[in-house]
Antibody, heavy 123, light 107 residues
Framework: EVQLLESGGALVQPGGSLRLSCTAS????????VSWVRQAPGKGLEWVSG????????YYADSVRGRFTISRDNSKKTLFLQMNGLRAEDTALYYC????????????????WGQGTLVSVSS | DIQLTQSPSFLSASVGDRVTITCRAS??????LTWYQQKPGKAPNLLIY???TLQSGVPSRFSGSGSGPEFTLTISSLQPEDFATYYC?????????FGQGTKLEIK
């Protein structure tokens, strides 16, 4: 069974930094692209970033490019999201999701999700 | 940037009803669409990918159809566990876009 467990969410002041982690199990982590998706309170889903299985290819939403950095440690089966320059509008539940990879492309549908970690940006 | 607009945003229906949710893309070149279901307090769950292929374990009362720019999700006979929020999603130029969601409520 695929399991994704996010951690690292916290209350942080505007302009601050935070590092989220997502620990994976139940699948071959190093062979799978993974992604971060966020959901502001009471709002819809917003894709944040994705990374290939090897970590060599990284993708970002325009809203976070230049402020957030995605990375992974395949030896520890862990995905990271380094968030700098945080803004109030970054307040959200951050989900880690596995990309299916069924068609051989790096990015694709998100077939397994964690339960999320909450980031609140406020003074 | 491509935008996905779902209609309706809210839908009230009864158990046993047939319901259809529409997702329209602002550009019509991509013929693939994905649908997710999200229940309150839970993570989203993949329902349909490649416009019409059911994810493993998804009941056959769910179906997807369409091609750019308009796609539909149909539930043939609503069950109590289907009341949730549904999101469409498309991937274009290595960017994911989600629709705003359709909240399906019990009448």
């Amino acid at each position: 069974e695929v399991q994704l467990l996010e951690s690292g969410g916290a209350l942080v002041q505007p302009g601050g930094s935070l590092r989220l982690s997502c620990t994976a199990s139940g699948f071959t982590f190093g062979n799978s692209a993974v992604s971060w998706v966020r959901q502001a309170p009471g709002k819809g889903l917003e894709w944040v970033s994705g990374i290939s299985g090897s970590g060599s290819r990284k993708y970002y939403a325009d809203s976070v490019r230049g402020r957030f950095t995605i990375s992974r440690d395949n030896s520890k089966k862990t995905l990271f999201l380094q968030m700098n320059g945080l803004r109030a509008e970054d307040t959200a539940l951050y989900y880690c999701a596995k990309i299916s990879g069924r068609d051989g492309n790096i990015l694709g549908d998100l077939d397994s999700w964690g339960q999320g970690t909450l980031v609140s940006v406020s003074s | 940037d491509i935008q996905l607009t779902q209609s309706p945003s809210f839908l009230s229906a009864s158990v046993g009803d047939r319901v259809t949710i529409t997702c329209r893309a602002s550009q019509g070149t991509n013929r693939y669409l994905t649908w997710y279901q999200q229940k309150p307090g839970k993570a989203p769950n993949l329902l349909i990918y490649d416009t019409s292929t059911l994810q493993s374990g998804v009941p056959s009362r769910f179906s997807g159809s369409g091609s750019g720019p308009e796609f539909t999700l149909t539930i043939s006979s609503l069950q109590p566990e289907d009341f949730a929020t549904y999101y469409c999603q498309q991937l274009n130029n290595n960017q994911y876009t989600f629709g705003q969601g359709t909240k399906l409520e019990i009448k």
